[in-house]
């Protein structure tokens, strides 16, 4: 294992463990818990494959939309609801919900008892057609109560305000505190009291000054006080008034006062009243979400009624409904949820003898192994409540999708829902049969009255019930057939208007008007009978033996609904029965203890931890990738569905997120420190260029190819007798010259390839392309010349010699890579060819010229008019038979000065001249060129040229090439 591969262990495990920790302590303490929610609906929608079918004793009844168009608008009549649970009752139903609010009595009305619409009225309504209307008074509130308690299985519902935020606080007891000694105290009052409770003054004030909550507090104070006061036995209403509001004069009869306190009295009553069906607050109960705020049924139905339910839901964060608390503290009574109440009830259970645990809410059975409810207490925000229970949906997740929750497994159909007017179509069937015989009663007695008034008079003093339409129909019969043999009818018939009085004529008139209207009306009952009997036995299919859920399920303004981790709205009823199937058929989500999530997320993150660590990047993803996809396909699909096990989604996934980027990104950053300190050590030996061209290049070429390249030489001039005087200072001397000379190279793009002692080798075109080589080779090395004039000046500064340097540059094809023993156990990227022994010559050459830049006829070539370059002659390097134009580059084109030019236009005369083989010619430019510029080493050698060929002409064809002699 190497340095680098052990630090990427240790570093990348420890970095992997504290990421670890860190997703734990995120999912532990809820950090996650948006995420969450969004993966816990998800889970819900998806993962369903083992979903239990849903219990086939629950029918839900709702009043829907077309219900209201055919019923009327809401609220209905009680006494209708009263005919619809006659119905259910009627049809076989085991027990009845509803999820109805009624906390308010409702006027009496009126009831047509004629032919005519059997509406219910009130007591104000006139006829229609102006003419009085035949009716009698019915108590709705009377007639609900009867139907509840003939059904006798029947759970009616309370509002406890859950999800409304009720005032509380210091300020506010305070408040409760002083108006239960004086309910009559002003707001004004109110602000000074609690300025001497030691509240302080802009929060007395802000208290006492808000509306609703003064109005909050005085409820509870006037609600706390009639408790007080009806501890010590029942008393009247004056008597209660007296006491609470002594100061209020007796005469007064109507006051907002004295509606307070009939409006507690009421509210006092009906809490009383649901009382019974409530449960003392013990110590093994665990903490319950408390209200004081309520809307009760009032203490008829609750009478009436065989339990009692909260409908209310609490939505948390988000505000979607996923979770419901089975009991919640009302007033230190604890009162059970709508579902488990009608589960109760349908179980034969009392509610008193569930067993409430911190964990866990108990059912006892009879016959059977008892109901365990999975439970969990939960912060909420009105705090910390227990017994919530995680609603376990089923079904297609969708708008309007709960209707088809019961239609197992296909989802499709609204199966166990039932429109109410299907019901009530039976009641109404029932109610039109009561009005016709009410109208057969009446034509029967007017009949039997002719034929024997002692049978008329018996007649009503035994009247068949109202539903009893067999017992008038058989009488009926027997009256006209009696009137048919006597003669009565045709009798009547005879009568003459003229010979009858007003009293008589109307008389006769209702003789010939009963015996039809009684025989159409006995036929109309039996249509009606034979009807109602097809609609009972369609809803005794339907109801037997089944819990009936009767709530609002019309999306009108005033709808019921809640959002849930299927539906965006789904009525509130449905609900109520998801709880209730949940208990019937035994399928509860069960949370996981805390700790599971933690361990699969430590679990999780070591593993990732350890595939960071030990694989690439990409493989590192594609294991990430799996344990992710594994993890949710084992909670969603094993843990949840198929063992209804609720373990925390988010922690796992974002553990190994975070330790793979984590990792990954700590991966890369040491790679890249390594790769950066590998790569600074390695420019040390290797030219940047290279080392750049390797690292960047995905298929960088380094073996031997041949190319057209620039190669420059050079050599420091008078280095042997500074070495003497410096001895081992010579060496960082050298280090200075170099660090000069080798950034100008690199500037130019040149690969610097070895250091010759004082010389330094490097070209240009490789390892990366340069159309530019020539041009860049010889820009550097003029660049090089005024670097090294800022060098000169130190050495002076430091009182030692200036030094020169000399630079060869050839220009054409050479072998360029890697160089070395075939074993590749080393090598050097260099270039070989005769164009690279060239440059050397070159640079040597430069003493022979008294020149200090040498470049080959290519390479001028390649540079243009870049530069302004003197011709220097044709040369013929030792070992070569062709001879090489080669040139001095002055200096860049457009830096050229006139003295420089005219030192070029003169050296290529000579050099002209001499090429020509014009000797004489050539030693006149001579001594112009020295004339113009002095005495040069490159002027004495074309006049030592010439004279040795003015003594010794040439023999042949002259080729003007001078030979040296020297490397």
């Not at 006139?126 to 759970?155: I, N, Q, T």
């Not at 166990?416 to 039976?426: D, E, T």
């Not at 990104?665 to 600074?680: D, I, M, Q």
Request: with cysteine; net charge neutral; charged share 25%.
């Amino acid at each position: 294992m190497t340095r680098l591969e052990r630090r990427l262990l240790i570093d990348t495990g420890v970095l992997g463990v504290l990421l670890t920790l860190l997703a734990a302590v995120l999912g532990a303490t809820g950090s996650l818990g948006a995420l969450e929610r969004l993966l816990y609906d998800v889970r819900a929608r998806t993962c369903q494959f083992f979903t239990a079918p849903p219990t086939d004793k629950l029918v839900h009844l709702d009043i829907d939309e077309r219900s209201l168009e055919i019923i009327g608008r809401w609220p209905w009549p009680r006494s209708e609801l009263a005919a619809v649970i006659d119905e259910i009752r009627i049809a076989g139903a085991r027990a009845l919900a509803m999820d109805v609010i009624l906390s308010e009595p409702q006027p009496p009305g009126y009831a047509e008892v004629s032919d005519a619409s059997p509406q219910t009225a009130p007591a104000t309504r006139p006829a229609a057609s102006g003419e009085a209307v035949l009716a009698r008074r019915v108590d709705h509130d009377e007639a609900l109560a009867a139907a509840l308690k003939r059904m006798g299985r029947a759970v009616i519902a309370v509002s406890l305000t859950l999800s409304l935020s009720q005032p509380s606080g210091p300020a506010f007891r305070s408040m409760v505190a002083e108006l239960f000694q004086n309910p009559a105290l002003t707001r004004e009052e109110m602000v000074r009291l609690l300025r001497q409770r030691g509240h302080d003054a802009a929060e007395a004030l802000r208290a006492a000054t808000d509306e609703s909550v003064f109005l909050a507090a005085r409820r509870e104070a006037i609600f706390a006080r009639i408790d007080a006061e009806m501890k010590s036995g029942g008393i009247p209403f004056d008597e209660l008034r007296r006491r609470v509001f002594p100061g209020l004069p007796d005469d007064v009869a109507s006051s907002a006062q004295i509606r307070l306190l009939q409006e507690g009295l009421r509210r006092w009553q009906a809490v009383r009243a649901m009382r019974r069906f409530a449960r003392p607050i013990t110590e093994r109960m665990p903490p319950l979400l408390t209200t004081r705020e309520e809307q009760a049924a009032i203490p008829q139905f609750a009478d009436a009624a065989a339990a009692i339910g909260f409908v209310d839901y609490l939505p948390l964060e988000d505000g979607v409904v996923r979770q419901v608390p089975l009991w919640v503290n009302h007033r230190d009574f604890a009162l059970p949820q709508l579902g488990l109440a009608l589960a109760c009830v349908m179980l034969d259970v009392d509610g008193q003898q569930v067993d409430i645990l911190p964990d866990r809410v108990v059912i006892p059975r009879r016959n059977g192994r008892p109901v365990t409810i999975p439970v969990s207490t939960i912060s909420t925000p009105r705090g910390r409540g227990g017994t919530f229970m995680h609603l376990p949906f089923f079904g297609r997740a969708g708008p309007g999708q709960w209707e088809s929750m019961y239609d197992y497994p296909r989802f499709r159909s609204s199966r166990n829902h039932l429109p109410v007017h299907f019901v009530w179509a039976a009641a109404d069937i029932r109610r039109r049969i009561a009005i016709n015989n009410a109208s057969i009663d009446s034509a029967l007695v007017l009949l039997l009255s002719e034929i024997d008034l002692s049978a008329a008079q018996k007649y009503l003093s035994a009247v068949p019930e109202t539903h009893n339409s067999a017992a008038r129909s058989q009488l009926a019969e027997r009256v006209l057939e009696r009137l048919q043999k006597d003669g009565t009818i045709e009798f009547y018939a005879a009568m003459k208007d003229e010979d009858l009085t007003p009293e008589e004529r109307l008389k006769r008139d209702k003789m010939l008007a009963s015996a039809p209207a009684l025989r159409r009306l006995v036929g109309e009952n039996r249509a009606l009978e034979a009807d109602l009997a097809s609609r009972r036995a369609e809803i005794r299919a339907r109801l037997e033996g089944r819990a009936v859920l009767l709530g609002y399920t019309a999306m009108g303004a005033i709808a019921d609904v809640v959002p849930t981790s299927l539906h965006p709205r789904c009525p509130g009823v449905v609900l109520h029965g998801l709880l209730f199937n949940s208990i019937m058929t035994g399928e509860f989500w069960r949370p996981a203890p805390g700790w599971a999530a933690t361990a699969a997320t430590a679990v999780m993150g070591l593993l990732a931890t350890l595939a960071v660590a030990r694989l690439s990047a990409w493989r590192a993803l594609a294991s990430a990738a799996l344990l992710i996809g594994g993890w949710l396909v084992f909670n969603g699909v094993y843990l949840f569905d198929y063992w209804n096990v609720l373990v925390d989604v988010a922690a796992p996934p974002l553990a190994v997120i975070a330790v793979w980027s984590g990792g990954t990104l700590l991966r890369f950053v040491l790679e890249a420190t390594e790769r950066k300190r590998v790569t600074s050590r390695f420019r040390n030996y290797v030219d940047p260029a290279l080392v750049d061209y390797v690292l960047e290049s995905d298929n960088a070429r380094l073996d031997g190819q041949e190319k057209e390249l620039t190669v420059v030489f050079t050599d420091m001039e008078n280095s042997t007798a500074l070495a003497e005087t410096l001895k081992g200072a010579m060496v960082g001397l050298l280090n200075e010259y170099m660090a000069a000379m080798v950034p100008v190279i690199r500037r130019h793009g040149g690969y610097v390839n070895k250091f010759l002692g004082d010389g330094i080798m490097f070209f240009f075109g490789a390892p990366r392309e340069n159309p530019r080589h020539a041009a860049d080779a010889i820009a550097s090395l003029l660049e090089m010349l005024k670097s090294l004039e800022e060098f000169n000046h130190r050495m002076v500064q430091r009182g030692l010699p200036a030094v020169g340097m000399r630079g060869g540059v050839s220009t054409g094809l050479m072998v360029v890579g890697d160089a070395g023993p075939a074993d590749g156990s080393a090598s050097d990227y260099t270039v070989l060819g005769d164009a690279v022994n060239l440059g050397a010559r070159l640079e040597s050459a430069n003493k022979f010229f008294g020149t200090r830049i040498l470049v080959n006829a290519r390479a001028r070539q390649l540079a243009g008019d870049e530069f302004l370059f003197r011709p220097v002659g044709t040369i013929r390097v030792k070992g070569k038979t062709e001879g090489v134009a080669v040139f001095e580059p002055l200096c860049r084109a457009d830096a050229a000065t006139p003295h420089l030019a005219a030192l070029a236009e003169a050296t290529a005369a000579v050099v002209g001249t001499y090429a020509a083989g014009r000797f004489e010619e050539c030693l006149e430019k001579i001594r112009a060129l020295e004339s113009a510029f002095g005495p040069a080493r490159l002027a004495d050698l074309y006049r030592s040229l010439c004279e040795q060929h003015l003594r010794q002409p040439p023999a042949g064809t002259f080729d003007a090439q001078i030979i040296l002699t020297e490397k």
